[in-house]
């Protein structure tokens, strides 16, 4: 079956750090893929999205670019800020959900992000 | 504004108690879906719904259910047969691509 795997956490970094944070993926086909940020508290806010290879999908400065030679979708930013502090999901879901299929989401297990001022 | 109203937002239950959380969309999606969050395990799909009348499985459904009367409304219903029900809940509506979800909602199991 399909799943994600993230780099494990917490990340902890200082502000104006660069962040990376890795995520692959095992699907069949074309999958669509997202990143999902979380603050405390609340639910899941789409943060970035990709739909095909080679795709970049951008947001708040945050990036991830579909490489599917590598079964990859990275997220990064180049300069995090305090306010940044949050769990962040890597997710995919089935690539024919494009048109009227409403597969399942396959959820990361999240990488906890912590930036110190 | 159109949106994903979960309810309520913190729940005590004893043990032996159902307890039933509700879920409202106004987003007009076809599509709903009930994830569970326990911390360091992501999320886990407990049951979804691609239109009224009609829902299925997800990974962890024991415990668990569901009905899907109204295409706005998807409610879950943790029973007293779910071993460890204590865990953050997450309710989820989409049409295309990305899932859209309300803001939780936290059950305790006293």
């Known amino acids: 079956g399909d799943s994600v795997t993230q780099m494990e956490g917490p990340v902890t970094l200082s502000e104006e750090a660069f962040l990376t944070i890795n995520c692959t993926y095992t699907a069949t086909g074309y999958p669509s893929l997202f990143w999902y940020v979380q603050y405390p508290g609340e639910g899941l806010q789409l943060l970035l999205k990709a739909t095909k290879a080679d795709d970049k999908g951008s947001n708040k400065g945050f990036e991830a670019t579909y490489r599917k030679e590598t079964t990859s979708f990275h997220l990064e930013k180049g300069s995090v800020q305090v306010s940044d502090s949050a769990v962040y999901f890597c997710a995919l879901t089935p690539g024919n959900a494009g048109g009227t299929s409403y597969g399942k989401l396959t959820f990361g297990q999240g990488t906890i992000l912590t930036v110190h001022p | 504004d159109g949106g994903i109203t979960q309810s309520p937002k913190y729940l005590f239950r004893k043990e032996g108690q159902n307890v039933t959380l509700s879920c409202e969309q106004n987003?007009?999606?076809?599509?709903m879906y009930w994830y569970r969050q326990d911390p360091g395990q992501g999320l886990r799909l407990i049951y979804y719904s691609q239109i009224v009348n009609d829902f299925q499985k997800g990974d962890i459904a024991e415990g668990y259910s569901v009905s899907r009367e109204k295409k706005e409304s998807f409610p879950l219903t943790v029973t007293s047969a779910q071993k460890n029900p204590t865990a953050f809940y997450l309710c989820a509506s989409r049409t295309y691509g990305e899932l859209f979800f309300g803001e939780g909602s936290r059950l305790t199991v006293l």
């Open positions: 987003l007009n999606h076809d599509a």
